[in-house]
């Protein structure tokens, strides 16, 4: 992967002294396909493996371990419930950037969205099982994600073709302004003791544990006590926060910027920070 992206850097040098417009348009083509050929490993990781399958449903029986410990400390105060969330958590959208690596497009809003409305994307292995299980254990289930308020008839409509408890407006918060959970997490709060978080990302739990990858790894022993304890994550390697933590979240970064950026992230000396 990384002598393509030299060979694609090099064809533009070279094109670039020629100063053909043709050939810089040829140039630009490759770049972008070398920079979509990047997803293509992890894709093919979740869509092929049985590592990530086995993976997943293991995130989802070890919830299930979790949500009974964690309802022997419940004082019957509030109704109880689980919060997850959609995306790489209980529905799977690898089929999507399946179409972008072989459209050889970059992730846009308008394609996703286009996604998003066909409401077929797949169940994450052992979703259901999951979900079915804390809903007959007495649990709500709340579904926060990060999909556009606009998506919410469609996206209900993929969670209903599985039969998912809870699936309906009052049970799913999407996205209206703020990426931040929080503020939505605090609302299920007000009313629900929240026995347990499932997601792909960190913030699925805690703006803290952005704060905690983007600097040291260090946890504090209150934080990583509950995060251990109310959190379970699942196996993301297609996109991620911690893809845009690489960028320092820079906006308008071109996919060549992106390239150079990610080049420069790989450490042969790395050495785990914990
Ligand atoms: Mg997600």
Known sequence: MQSKVWKAIGLILILGACGGAKETTTSVAVEEKTYADQRLMSTLWIQQSGEAELLCRQGFAYAWIKLQENLKGYNGEGQLAIVVDIDETILDNSPYEARIILDNENYSSESWNDWVMEASAPLVPGAKDFLMKASELGAVVYYVSNRK????????????????????????????????????????????????????????????????????????????????????ILPNPMYGGWESNLYQNRPGMTNEQKNEVRLRSLNPQYKPKK
């Open 149 to 232: 308020v606009s998506q919410l008839d469609a996206t209900i409509q993929n969670l209903e073709r599985y039969n998912l408890p809870f699936a309906d407006p009052d049970h799913v918060f999407l996205k209206s302004e703020d990426s931040d959970k929080t503020e939505r997490r605090e609302r299920i709060k007000f009313n629900n003791t929240v026995l347990l978080y499932v997601g792909d990302q960190l913030t699925d739990f805690s703006e803290e544990l952005k704060v905690v990858e983007q600097e040291t790894f260090e946890y504090s022993t209150e934080l990583l006590e509950q995060t251990m304890k109310y959190f379970i």
